[in-house]
């Protein structure tokens, strides 16, 4: 019986895996001025736990996928662990790699949501997404299957949203007879603002469309409040009439009179 080289070789100890991440984890730190230093009291869990707040803090603060990419590598087992300890008496309802990859896509969205405000803090974080992200997929879970029905029973149903034809066509009637209303009173109002002199139009633009105070407004044209208010008030007055006369057509028509409050003076 004849033995290989390799097989005589003594065989050396295994690099492990996860030491390479930490040592990984480490140097990202150092470079960037984080020294990650393990306190000799905590134990594995703490230290771990600890590794994990400062990687996601100099993610957030960084934003650089090298740190990221490096995150994910070293929590990756504990949110996997987490994940199967929460899914325990749900059956095999969800797939664990998704409900994992819904987690780490929801912490590179929310960095800027992280406060490492201790050394556990992404592990209680990263608890809750892994817990808001079970919650969607139960949500979804039980949501009622739609069934599809046929065309011709589609055909047979009457839509209860939509309105009737013949409601449609009538409101359309409606906006079109009031727009066109609308637009016919401001065409008497324009005429009817152009057979005033020249004062009484300076005066309502500055009162009604420029807001100005009836006190400022007499100061400019030199006369006193109280007449300068008779002045609207006649303006307004002959304003309203003609309008109301070229709104009513021929005179053998009656009148339309227009509320008395129109004009009160402001």
């Given at each position: 019986m004849t033995c290989?080289?390799?097989?005589?070789?003594?065989?050396?100890?295994?690099?492990?895996?996860?030491?390479?991440?930490?040592?990984?984890?480490?140097?990202?730190?150092?470079?960037?001025?984080?020294?990650?230093?393990?306190a000799a009291c905590a134990d594995a869990?703490?230290?771990?736990?600890?590794?994990?707040t400062q990687l996601m803090d100099l993610?957030?603060?960084?934003?650089?996928?090298?740190?990221?990419?490096?995150?994910?590598?070293?929590?990756?087992?504990?949110?996997?662990?987490?994940?199967?300890?929460?899914?325990?008496?749900?059956?095999?309802?969800?797939?664990?790699?998704?409900?994992?990859?819904?987690?780490?896509?929801?912490?590179?969205?929310?960095?800027?949501?992280?406060?490492a405000s201790r050394p556990g803090a992404f592990a209680a974080w990263s608890s809750m997404i892994v817990d808001n992200a079970i919650r969607r997929q139960l949500r979804n879970h039980r949501r009622p299957d739609m069934a599809c029905s046929s065309f011709?029973?589609?055909?047979?149903?009457?839509?209860v949203g939509a309105r009737e034809p013949c409601l449609a066509a009538q409101d359309q009637e409606e906006c079109a007879a009031t727009a066109s209303a609308f637009s016919l009173l401001l065409h008497c109002y324009l005429s009817a603002f152009q057979t005033l002199n020249e004062r009484e139009r300076f005066v309502l633009q500055m009162v009604e469309v420029k807001q100005m105070r009836y006190v400022e407004l007499a100061t400019?044209?030199?006369?006193?409040?109280?007449?300068?208010?008779?002045?609207?008030?006649?303006?307004?007055?002959?304003?309203?009439?003609?309008?109301?006369?070229?709104?009513?057509?021929?005179?053998?028509?009656?009148?339309?009179?227009?509320?008395?409050?129109?004009?009160?003076?402001?």
């Open positions: 290989s080289p390799s097989q005589l070789a003594p065989r050396l100890p295994e690099w492990n895996g996860r030491d390479c991440i930490r040592s990984r984890a480490a140097g990202l730190l150092d470079q960037r001025g984080c020294h990650f230093e393990a869990a703490a230290v771990d736990a600890a590794l994990a993610y957030r603060r960084t934003g650089e996928s090298e740190v990221f990419d490096c995150l994910v590598q070293w929590v990756t087992p504990q949110l996997t662990a987490r994940i199967r300890s929460r899914l325990r008496g749900l059956g095999g309802m969800f797939d664990v790699h998704e409900l994992l990859q819904d987690t780490i896509v929801n912490i590179y969205r929310y960095p800027d949501r992280f406060v011709e029973m589609l055909q047979e149903q009457a839509d400019l044209l030199g006369i006193r409040p109280e007449a300068l208010k008779m002045v609207v008030f006649r303006a307004r007055k002959r304003l309203l009439d003609r309008t109301a006369q070229l709104v009513a057509g021929p005179v053998d028509r009656p009148v339309v009179k227009l509320a008395p409050r129109a004009l009160a003076i402001a």
